[in-house]
């Protein structure tokens, strides 16, 4: 079974800068692509950005390109979300999520708790 384990989320002004972690356990963490979603109040889950099995990869969506950078530390086992020039449209709830193989693309089949993070103007 796997867990995940998101931390990092909070309240920052506009501008400012977050680290989400996600620390997973129960599953060769390694050998799988990783994402992050979000999801603001009142609107769908949405894609954030991914990264693949070895971390040589990645893929963001268009809203937060140049802003955040997705990464991993498979000898931790964490995944991490560095969010840097935060605007008030990015205030969501922040999951991370384990893809079924080593690149990207989905489906997902594991998802954490969430961490919130909230940025005020």
């Known amino acids: 079974q796997v867990q995940l384990a998101e931390s990092g989320g909070g309240l920052v002004q506009a501008g400012g800068s977050l680290r989400l972690s996600c620390a997973a356990s129960?599953?060769?963490?390694?050998?799988?692509?990783m994402g992050w979603f979000r999801q603001a109040p009142g609107k769908e889950r949405e894609f954030v950005a991914a990264i693949s099995w070895s971390g040589g990869t990645t893929n963001y969506a268009d809203s937060v390109k140049g802003r955040f950078t997705i990464s991993r530390d498979n000898a931790k086992n964490t995944l991490y979300l560095q969010m840097n020039s935060l605007k008030p449209e990015d205030t969501a709830v922040y999951y991370c999520?384990?893809?079924?193989?080593?690149?990207?693309?989905?489906?997902?089949?594991?998802w954490g708790q969430g961490t919130q993070v909230i940025v005020s103007s």
């Open positions: 999520a384990v893809d079924v193989g080593e690149t990207m693309g989905g489906p997902y089949d594991h």
């Open positions: 129960g599953r060769a963490f390694s050998r799988h692509a």
